[in-house]
């Protein structure tokens, strides 16, 4: 099939670049003329595994290719994929500005019957919108589609060809067939809703995800008050298949592109319907306060953070991405350095996005994660990168002015402690001092 593909960011470009792979022809488009040119020379924007070398391919086939031209992409076409960005405005709902000048640029486009497949997390009720925007514009036939994605950040292209269930609402006939055709060679499980349910069902996945990482840090939290351990809990509860074990590992919250946004948008659109979202309030505001648990232990250990040296492990909101957006290293090192602290920063990918956002005298990003470390009063880890796993904790120790690590990520275990002088800190596990387990209270009933 013929596809285009509106906006290049990681749905876009991602999607853009599966489906190309798959057989069709894509063309994928951006008002930005930097990212295309970017493209056109075989460089891509985004930090994703795997995604450089499958552009090369597949523009070498000749089934993919990037313009600026959204009007020619769109009459050449016979599948428009809306993925523009959707972010927060200030009041935590998402701004469809760009959504709705694509869906007007479509309209005055379009030469013959199209499908619209929205693919842009949005409100339910936006692809109404779309469709009469793209009414005002052109007499001609189309349809428009929802089509939620739920790929994930460093491993997007695993996620985009081996989907666990393809979410179709369309409420034309003629929009499903086409649209089950394009997905089929992904998967059988594909649900075929309403455009409105197709919407909710990509907020309300998100939300409950968001749930379950924000309930195992509570549940953290309360383990280092009562000496449990938070690892063991989530593989317990894991094996109930009712529960499952997928985001049940204890942190310091979720960050990125989309829980964020996607938490705050339901938030706001349950409000405008007279409805108060409570729980979903409260996985808000836990998953806010549990990235500062890092700078609490710091202060319990050091006292006060002015004129301490603190390294970070860590910018990106997870591993095998340099997106950083909302991404938990922004308010921590932000908070360290309002506090007098001098900060010695490090990431394998994604400190040139952080250094453009954050610049300060008393912040050094460094090359390695050992420049990082070297002379440090204290280390946090922030991203579990798989370099930072693999290092000799006896290396680290040496590097160190102080052996102070507080984990955020749990990558450490207590028998690699056990050799070391480190005073240790993680998430929902019992404080490490030279490998003893600190003692827990006794409860009584």
């Given at each position: 099939?013929?596809?285009?593909?509106i906006g290049t960011g990681y749905?876009?470009?991602?999607?853009?670049?599966?489906?190309?792979?798959?057989?069709?022809?894509?063309?994928?488009?951006?008002?930005?003329?930097?990212?295309?040119?970017?493209?056109?020379?075989?460089?891509?924007?985004?930090?994703?595994?795997?995604?450089?070398?499958?552009?090369?391919?597949?523009?070498?086939?000749?089934?993919l290719r990037f313009s600026t031209?959204?009007?020619?992409?769109?009459?050449?076409?016979?599948?428009?994929?809306?993925?523009?960005?959707?972010?927060?405005l200030p009041n935590g709902e998402?701004?469809?500005?760009?959504?709705?000048?694509?869906?007007?640029?479509?309209?005055?486009?379009?030469?013959?019957?199209?499908?619209?497949?929205?693919?842009?997390?949005?409100?339910?009720?936006?692809?109404?919108?779309?469709?009469?925007?793209?009414?005002?514009?052109?007499?001609?036939?189309?349809?428009?589609?929802?089509?939620?994605?739920?790929?994930?950040?460093?491993?997007?292209?695993?996620?985009?060809?081996?989907?666990?269930?393809?979410?179709?609402?369309?409420?034309?006939?003629?929009?499903?067939?086409?649209?089950?055709?394009?997905?089929?060679?992904?998967?059988?499980?594909?649900?075929?809703?309403?455009?409105?349910?197709?919407?909710?069902?990509?907020?309300?996945?998100?939300?409950?995800?968001?749930?379950?990482?924000?309930?195992?840090?509570?549940?953290?939290?309360?383990?280092?008050?009562?000496?449990?351990?938070?690892?063991?809990?989530?593989?317990?509860?894991?094996?109930?298949?009712?529960?499952?074990?997928?985001?049940?590992?204890?942190?310091?919250?979720?960050?990125?592109?989309?829980?964020?946004?996607?938490?705050?948008?339901?938030?706001?659109?349950?409000?405008?319907?007279?409805?108060?979202?409570?729980?979903?309030?409260?996985?808000?505001?836990?998953?806010?306060?549990?990235?500062?648990?890092?700078?609490?232990?710091?202060?319990?250990?050091?006292?006060?953070?002015?004129?301490?040296?603190?390294?970070?492990?860590?910018?990106?909101?997870?591993?095998?991405?340099?997106?950083?957006?909302?991404?938990?290293?922004?308010?921590?090192?932000?908070?360290?350095?309002?506090?007098?602290?001098?900060?010695?920063?490090?990431?394998?990918?994604?400190?040139?996005?952080?250094?453009?956002?954050?610049?300060?005298?008393?912040?050094?990003?460094?090359?390695?994660?050992?420049?990082?470390?070297?002379?440090?009063?204290?280390?946090?880890?922030?991203?579990?990168?798989?370099?930072?796993?693999?290092?000799?904790?006896?290396?680290?120790?040496?590097?160190?002015?102080?052996?102070?690590?507080?984990?955020?990520?749990?990558?450490?275990?207590?028998?690699?402690?056990?050799?070391?002088?480190?005073?240790?800190?993680?998430?929902?596990?019992?404080?490490?001092?030279?490998?003893?387990?600190?003692?827990?209270?006794?409860?009584?009933?």
């Open positions: 099939m013929k596809l285009a593909v749905v876009g470009l991602v999607s853009g670049v599966c489906f190309a792979h798959l057989g069709n022809e894509v063309i994928c488009v951006d008002k930005v003329k930097e990212k295309i040119e970017m493209l056109d020379r075989g460089e891509v924007p985004i930090y994703e595994p795997g995604l450089k070398e499958l552009i090369h391919t597949n523009v070498e086939a000749g089934r031209n959204l009007a020619d992409a769109v009459q050449e076409s016979d599948i428009i994929i809306l993925a523009v960005g959707t972010p927060s998402a701004n469809l500005s760009y959504i709705k000048q694509a869906a007007a640029e479509i309209g005055a486009a379009i030469n013959q019957y199209k499908v619209i497949v929205t693919k842009s997390t949005v409100p339910v009720g936006t692809n109404e919108k779309v469709a009469a925007i793209i009414a005002e514009h052109t007499n001609q036939l189309f349809d428009v589609a929802s089509v939620p994605e739920f790929l994930r950040e460093g491993s997007a292209i695993r996620d985009t060809l081996n989907p666990d269930r393809i979410v179709i609402g369309a409420s034309s006939e003629k929009a499903r067939e086409w649209l089950r055709q394009l997905h089929s060679v992904l998967t059988d499980n594909i649900l075929v809703t309403d455009i409105r349910s197709a919407e909710m069902i990509k907020y309300a996945s998100n939300a409950f995800l968001a749930t379950k990482i924000s309930f195992i840090n509570e549940i953290a939290n309360i383990c280092e008050k009562v000496g449990a351990d938070v690892t063991k809990v989530a593989e317990g509860m894991g094996h109930d298949k009712r529960i499952g074990r997928s985001f049940l590992k204890a942190g310091i919250g979720y960050g990125g592109s989309c829980f964020p946004k996607d938490t705050q948008a339901l938030i706001q659109i349950a409000g405008h319907v007279d409805y108060e979202f409570k729980l979903l309030k409260s996985v808000v505001e836990v998953n806010q306060d549990q990235r500062f648990n890092v700078i609490r232990k710091l202060e319990a250990i050091l006292d006060s953070l002015q004129g301490k040296t603190i390294a970070v492990w860590g910018l990106a909101f997870k591993p095998d991405t340099d997106d950083i957006r909302d991404a938990p290293a922004v308010e921590i090192i932000q908070t360290l350095l309002q506090r007098g602290a001098s900060v010695k920063a490090y990431d394998p990918v994604a400190t040139a996005n952080f250094s453009q956002l954050i610049a300060h005298p008393k912040l050094e990003y460094c090359e390695s994660k050992e420049d990082a470390a070297a002379g440090a009063d204290a280390l946090c880890l922030l991203t579990e990168w798989n370099e930072f796993a693999e290092i000799s904790l006896a290396e680290l120790e040496s590097l160190l002015r102080k052996p102070i690590l507080i984990d955020g990520r749990n990558v450490f275990s207590e028998e690699e402690l056990s050799q070391t002088s480190f005073i240790y800190y993680s998430v929902g596990r019992p404080s490490l001092n030279n490998g003893i387990r600190d003692e827990s209270p006794v409860l009584f009933f």
